[in-house]
């Protein structure tokens, strides 16, 4: 299957027919950091993170479970649950 998101000179392309419901999908564009998913009612979510350690920590992670994990741990870090 293609990935469902690239980007070009004209900026990001998005293909949700491509993607499976409630699965998270990231892309790197512009220093930041994307995910996007569709959910159970087939509506696009779109998140941007642009805090540079964060993006760099996630551009160097080898799988979504890892970027799963650094996500978590941000997270627990900064007391973002409240």
Known sequence: MDYPISADENGLSIK???????KIYHYEFKGKI???FK?????LNCY???EEDLVNHIKSSKNNDEI?????EYIQHKNLKN
């Open 16 to 22: 949700p027919e491509l993607m499976k419901k409630e």
């Open 34 to 36: 994307l995910f996007l």
């Open 39 to 43: 959910d159970s009612q087939d509506f």
């Open 48 to 50: 941007e993170i642009e």
């Open 68 to 72: 799963e994990k650094i996500l978590e």
